[in-house]
Nanobody, 125 residues
Framework: QVQLQESGGGSVQDGGPLRLSCEIS????????RGWFRQAPGKAREGVAS???????RYSSSVEGRFTISLDNAKNTLDLQMNSLKPDDTAMHYC???????????????????WGQGTQVTVSS
């Protein structure tokens, strides 16, 4: 059974950094698409960043240059380093994994995508 568990969320001041981590277990394929999504109250869910099993990374225009997605294969974790945070980044953040490595775009997901429970990020001005 595939399970994802996020950690690292919290409250931070405008301009501050935060690092999210997602522990992935039960996923045994060497090909994958992994990513981060977020959803703010009253807004649609949006893709933030993605990384495929070849190491290609993609970012939404709203976080490009501020966020970095990475994998720690030794720990089997997916990380998101967030710098220069803004109040608009306030949202519940979710990590995902799927086998659809061939269409690994920011915000892409399907019925076969696995999701974590989410971790809250709050940025105050």
């Amino acid at each position: 059974q595939v399970q994802l568990q996020e950690s690292g969320g919290g409250s931070v001041q405008d301009g501050g950094p935060l690092r999210l981590s997602c522990e992935i277990s039960g996923y045994h394929s060497t090909t994958y698409c992994r990513g981060w999504f977020r959803q703010a109250p009253g807004k649609a869910r949006e893709g933030v960043a993605s990384i495929d099993s070849e190491g290609a990374t993609r970012y939404s225009s709203s976080v490009e240059g501020r966020f970095t997605i990475s994998l720690d294969n030794a720990k089997n974790t997916l990380d998101l380093q967030m710098n220069s945070l803004k109040p608009d980044d306030t949202a519940m953040h979710y990590c995902t994994t799927s086998r659809r490595w061939y269409e690994c775009y920011v915000g892409s997901w399907s019925a076969s995508t696995y999701w974590g429970q989410g971790t809250q990020v709050t940025v105050s001005s």
